[in-house]
């Protein structure tokens, strides 16, 4: 696989390639013995902004763990910024390359807005700072920042339990924007939200990712945002890709297809395993 030279992302120390900031090469996955995803093939180049469409339990989720390092494929390659995953998984480099937006934000509410974001350095820190970190009051200024991007500035201080569901969620991008990696996953990041509330999410995540310099994959469950905030959208069914278009060419005709129930087959004859 061809690749073009390697440049420094604007204003951070990370080292992106120039062509692709993440590839699936004929990836399986299993779970239980049981197929999940694959074989699928995708290539996001560095700064595109791609979206994942599809039915429940098209392989969205785990395709996006699978980028993350959180789940190794059963077959096939995994390619971050050109570097091979399965050599990466469980290294510190590993957080400076990709970063998972979970659909549960897994914060600590008891803590500040400021203590969670700060958590995004964690793997960065030995353990005697990430443990001043958390208990402390110690400045750090990446934190204030991602704070302040995500509209939260003035509540930097207030613990996130007393926080709405969309405030927390902010804080979770907060995190993700200290952890500072070069590609952002985001797993159904609007799923609990209003339409206008998804649209100011969608556009806050697009507009830090253009901003930064950043890859951004995402899960979307509702296919019209899809079309309005990416630039590419990618439909996936039974853990393959169903299409793989620009948002123009993503028609009604065409989700009608990837969305269709298929009919119930009636008495079947049960196959024996073989």
Same mark, same amino acid.
């Given at each position: 696989?061809?690749? *073009? %030279?390697?440049?420094?992302?604007?204003?951070?120390?990370?080292?992106?390639?120039?062509?692709? *900031?993440?590839?699936?090469?004929?990836?399986?996955?299993?779970? !239980? &013995?049981?197929?999940?995803? &694959?074989?699928?093939?995708?290539?996001?180049?560095?700064?595109?902004?791609?979206?994942?469409?599809?039915?429940?339990?098209?392989?969205?989720? @785990?395709?996006?763990? /699978? +980028?993350?390092?959180?789940?190794?494929?059963?077959? !096939? =390659?995994? /390619? #971050?910024?050109?570097?091979?995953?399965?050599?990466?998984?469980?290294?510190?480099?590993?957080?400076?390359?990709?970063? #998972?937006?979970?659909?549960?934000?897994?914060?600590?509410?008891?803590?500040?807005?400021?203590?969670? *974001?700060?958590? !995004? *350095?964690?793997?960065?820190?030995?353990?005697?700072?990430?443990?001043?970190?958390?208990?402390?009051?110690?400045?750090?200024?990446? =934190?204030?920042?991602?704070?302040?991007?995500?509209?939260?500035?003035?509540?930097?201080?207030?613990?996130?339990?007393?926080?709405?569901?969309?405030?927390?969620?902010?804080?979770?991008? $907060?995190?993700? +924007?200290?952890?500072?990696?070069? /590609?952002?996953? =985001?797993?159904?990041?609007? =799923?609990?939200?209003?339409?206008?509330?998804?649209?100011? #999410?969608?556009?806050?995540?697009?507009?830090?990712?253009?901003?930064?310099?950043? @890859?951004?994959?995402?899960?979307?469950?509702?296919?019209?945002?899809?079309? %309005?905030?990416?630039?590419?959208? /990618?439909?996936? %069914?039974?853990?393959?890709?169903?299409?793989?278009?620009?948002? $123009?060419?993503? @028609?009604?005709?065409?989700?009608?297809?990837?969305? %269709?129930?298929?009919?119930?087959?009636?008495?079947?004859?049960?196959?024996?395993?073989?």
């Amino acid at each position: 696989m061809s690749r *073009a %030279r390697r440049r420094p992302a604007p204003d951070t120390g990370r080292t992106v390639d120039g062509a692709d *900031a993440c590839v699936l090469d004929e990836v399986t996955v299993a779970y !239980g &013995g049981r197929p999940a995803v &694959g074989p699928l093939s995708l290539a996001v180049p560095t700064g595109q902004a791609v979206a994942l469409v599809g039915p429940s339990g098209a392989g969205k989720t @785990t395709v996006l763990r /699978v +980028l993350a390092g959180q789940v190794a494929p059963a077959s !096939g =390659a995994v /390619v #971050l910024a050109g570097q091979d995953l399965a050599r990466l998984r469980g290294r510190r480099e590993l957080p400076r390359l990709v970063g #998972l937006l979970p659909q549960r934000f897994d914060l600590v509410p008891q803590l500040s807005v400021r203590h969670n *974001a700060q958590a !995004g *350095a964690l793997g960065r820190w030995g353990l005697l700072r990430s443990v001043a970190a958390l208990l402390l009051p110690l400045e750090h200024p990446p =934190a204030a920042d991602a704070v302040r991007r995500v509209g939260l500035g003035e509540r930097s201080a207030t613990r996130v339990a007393d926080l709405s569901g969309g405030e927390q969620q902010r804080v979770a991008i $907060a995190r993700l +924007l200290v952890q500072d990696p070069a /590609v952002l996953l =985001a797993d159904e990041p609007v =799923a609990s939200l209003d339409p206008a509330r998804a649209d100011q #999410l969608l556009d806050l995540l697009r507009g830090m990712a253009r901003d930064d310099g950043r @890859t951004l994959v995402a899960s979307l469950h509702a296919p019209e945002l899809a079309r %309005r905030h990416f630039d590419r959208v /990618v439909g996936l %069914r039974d853990g393959r890709v169903v299409f793989d278009l620009p948002p $123009a060419q993503v @028609t009604d005709d065409v989700l009608e297809g990837l969305y %269709r129930l298929l009919a119930p087959v009636e008495h079947r004859p049960r196959q024996e395993a073989g």
